[in-house]
């Protein structure tokens, strides 16, 4: 036995009983102290979030609209997300491709996603390139021009995608699930179906964006190091 054993045996031995009827001590929580927030509201009804945060030269915004994967009738299941996924795939002036390359040259990302109750977009930017970030931003809400291509291309990946899920049981389960929990609710539709994807199509997607992103009751969350002076150079 080593001699570092054999003081490890000694200390375990001289140390007190521990009484495990009691739990442990837990030294009390430490102030938690946020940056500055400021709020206001545009006069298109869009709410505005700003916290100054300036311990690292980064930026993110999140855009998010009411009304996502629950605001779409069941037979067209899936909509919501396809929309947001097609957002980023293309504008009046950019195809899918030059939006990802003009992403890349902020040093940020750009993307977005559907919930139940919203739609929303992602973008983060080094604080330099925050003016590109936001310019990009507002032009893929603002624009978006749901190529064919891209929706078409869209419809296969979600056959694909909801094949492979139905080969997981806890996808089953979880449509099941919610299925027989908010039984006649939005909720309880989680995943497409066949029909509702061979549903899916350009004008459907359009008529979903123009009804579903729009500027009153939506919120604009930034975070980072910039100014509301900053902010208002933005489109």
């Given at each position: 036995?080593?001699a570092?054993?054999?003081?490890l045996?000694?200390?375990?031995?001289a140390?007190?009983?521990?009484?495990?009827s009691?739990p442990?001590?837990?030294?009390?929580?430490?102030?938690?102290?946020l940056p500055?927030?400021?709020e206001w509201?545009?006069?298109?009804g869009?709410?505005?979030?700003?916290v100054?945060?300036k311990?690292?030269?980064?930026?993110?915004?999140?855009?998010?609209?009411s009304?996502?994967?629950?605001?779409?009738p069941?037979?067209?299941?899936?909509?919501?997300?396809?929309?947001?996924?097609?957002?980023t795939?293309g504008t009046?002036?950019k195809?899918?491709?030059?939006?990802?390359?003009a992403?890349?040259?902020?040093?940020g990302?750009?993307?977005?996603?559907?919930?139940?109750?919203?739609?929303?977009?992602?973008?983060?930017?080094?604080?330099?390139?925050?003016d590109?970030?936001a310019?990009?931003?507002?032009?893929?809400?603002r624009?978006?021009?749901?190529?064919?291509?891209?929706?078409?291309?869209?419809r296969?990946?979600?056959?694909?995608e909801l094949?492979a899920?139905?080969a997981?049981?806890?996808?089953l389960?979880?449509v099941a699930?919610?299925?027989?929990?908010?039984?006649?609710?939005?909720?309880?539709v989680?995943?497409?179906?066949?029909a509702?994807i061979?549903?899916?199509?350009?004008a459907r997607?359009?008529a979903?964006?123009?009804?579903?992103l729009?500027p009153s009751?939506?919120?604009?969350v930034l975070?980072?190091?910039?100014s509301?002076?900053?902010?208002?150079r933005w489109p």
């Amino acid at each position: 036995m080593t001699a570092s054993l054999v003081l490890l045996a000694a200390a375990l031995a001289a140390a007190a009983p521990v009484d495990m009827s009691r739990p442990p001590e837990v030294a009390p929580m430490r102030a938690v102290k946020l940056p500055p927030r400021q709020e206001w509201k545009l006069r298109n009804g869009m709410t505005v979030v700003l916290v100054e945060d300036k311990r690292v030269p980064l930026v993110t915004a999140r855009l998010a609209f009411s009304g996502g994967e629950a605001a779409v009738p069941a037979e067209d299941a899936g909509l919501a997300e396809a929309l947001a996924e097609l957002l980023t795939d293309g504008t009046a002036k950019k195809s899918s491709k030059e939006i990802a390359e003009a992403a890349e040259l902020f040093g940020g990302s750009l993307s977005a996603g559907a919930e139940p109750d919203m739609i929303v977009l992602h973008a983060s930017a080094l604080a330099d390139k925050a003016d590109a970030m936001a310019s990009l931003l507002a032009e893929v809400a603002r624009s978006p021009s749901f190529p064919e291509a891209e929706v078409a291309l869209r419809r296969a990946n979600m056959k694909e995608e909801l094949a492979a899920s139905r080969a997981e049981s806890d996808f089953l389960a979880g449509v099941a699930f919610y299925k027989k929990m908010f039984a006649g609710h939005p909720y309880s539709v989680t995943a497409p179906t066949d029909a509702s994807i061979e549903r899916l199509d350009r004008a459907r997607v359009a008529a979903a964006y123009r009804r579903l992103l729009t500027p009153s009751g939506a919120l604009l969350v930034l975070v980072g190091d910039l100014s509301r002076r900053d902010w208002r150079r933005w489109p």
